[in-house]
């Protein structure tokens, strides 16, 4: 079967919307009549790296769609049911991560749209474990941003650890950030959203955040006006935004990193010891959580702010991303 996917062809290579070849779904694995799927940063990220385990491969890491057929050997899913990818391929099931039900962190972990073909193609093979069961009620285009933002989104803010009632500041207000403003907000927590972008703080805004500033000087901002913030989760992969992160934060807070580059960051050493600073990262969730997450979509307490397109529109949607000017996720459809 040939199929039209959008495919980085080498490393630093320009992402086109092609013609692949398709063979049929090997023991073990599905064939998925993709939906929907979503654009992450990371796509991008994978995109400018200087080396990959795989290429060409085709991008896409927020999939939704059916199961068209099955390989030998699988019993976990029927044909017709509703399926999604997300980063997490195949895990190797025996580390200690593995078996302590943190496969995120499995070291031999496989990755669609970066070591794995990923969603962003009319058909996928997927390995059926690595499969999630999206539920009927959401419509495809809302549920497939849930899969990488929605579920790191929900990752980050546990990091954060929090309780009603306290501060939480979002460094970065796109796809991740505006579902983790709702989320916070569902849990009862102040929060304010820090972006370069004066349409995405109006965004902000409108939906529930007390305070929405601009990112320079926004750790004093934060400081003089909010009294500083009990936990700061820097979305963006900016070490200028990581730096007023830490410089919002009340002693004793948490510095919780999200978005990925390449770039290494600098922080101050004295104020991380004598304010008693934690600084963590943070990577997707577990599977129960991924659950959790599109259950607060069917409660209706999260919804993606989604932007549709077709595939061939794919190389232009990545520039806009790349200048920063989605608001909210923007989401192919098949
Ligand atoms: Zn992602
Ligand atoms: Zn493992």
Redesign the pocket.
């Known amino acids: 079967m040939v199929v039209k996917a959008a495919v980085l062809p080498h490393a630093r290579g320009t992402v086109a919307v092609q013609s692949v070849e398709l063979g049929e779904p090997g023991p073990g694995e599905v064939l998925v009549r993709m939906e929907a799927c979503g654009f ?4 991008l990220y994978v995109a400018g790296l200087e080396k990959l385990p795989v290429a060409p491969v085709t991008l896409g ?2 999939g939704i769609g059916r199961v068209e057929a099955l390989g030998e050997a699988v019993t976990q899913w029927a044909p017709g049911g509703r399926v999604g990818i997300t ?1 997490m391929g195949t895990t190797c099931a025996a580390c200690e991560w593995c078996r302590s039900g943190r496969e995120r962190f499995c070291p031999k972990q496989t990755n669609f749209g970066y070591s794995l073909n990923g969603a962003l193609s009319e058909y996928a093979i997927v390995p059926a474990a690595a499969l999630v069961a999206i539920p009927e009620d959401l419509p495809a285009v809302e549920a497939a941003p849930l899969c ?2 929605g579920w ?1 989104a929900y990752g980050a803010l546990r990091e954060a650890g929090l309780e009603r009632g306290q501060k939480v500041a979002l460094f970065g207000y796109g796809g991740l950030g505006h579902l983790a403003l709702q989320m916070a907000c569902h849990r009862g927590w102040r929060v304010a959203a820090v972006d370069l972008s004066e349409r995405k703080l109006e965004m902000a805004r409108a939906s529930g955040a007390e305070l929405a500033i601009a990112g320079e000087n926004a750790g004093r901002t934060l400081q003089k006006e909010y009294g500083g913030v009990d936990a700061a989760i820097v979305l963006t992969p900016s070490p200028a935004a990581i730096q007023q992160a830490f410089r919002a934060l009340k002693r004793t807070g948490t510095l919780v990193l999200v978005g990925i580059s390449v770039n290494q960051y600098d922080l101050p050493l004295v104020d991380t010891i004598v304010k008693g600073i934690t600084v963590r990262g943070s990577y997707l969730g577990t599977r129960k959580e991924l659950e959790e997450v599109f259950g607060l979509a069917r409660s209706g307490a999260i919804r993606a702010h989604v932007h549709t397109h077709a595939l061939e529109e794919t190389p232009a949607v990545l520039e806009s991303m790349r200048r920063g000017e989605i608001l909210g996720r923007a989401v192919i459809v098949f």
């Open positions: 992450c940063h990371s796509d890491h927020e980063f990488c933002a790191t």
